[in-house]
């Protein structure tokens, strides 16, 4: 019997694909080693995550209403 894989599976296994191990060099657990909540995060956004970006985009920042917060922490460094 064949298992069909769900959409989160299928990306997260491509998002392994793309980055194997952790940033310090542990190696990231199989689909069926991970617990259930990361499952569902994946489920819910079913798309391997762009490792080329090196800090979070503004725009999910203003998503959660910290812009205010953000442009105040700017200014001090």
Not at 8 to 15: K, R, T
């Amino acid at each position: 019997m064949t298992h069909n894989q769900t959409p989160g599976e299928i990306a997260y296994n491509e998002d392994v694909r793309r980055r194997p191990t952790y940033d310090k060099g542990a190696p990231r657990p199989a689909w069926a080693q991970l617990e259930t909540y990361a499952k569902q995060s994946w489920e819910r956004n079913p798309t391997p995550r762009d490792w080329t970006a090196p800090y979070t985009d503004v725009s999910t920042v203003t998503e959660y209403g910290l812009t205010q917060k953000l442009s105040s922490a700017v200014r001090v460094f």
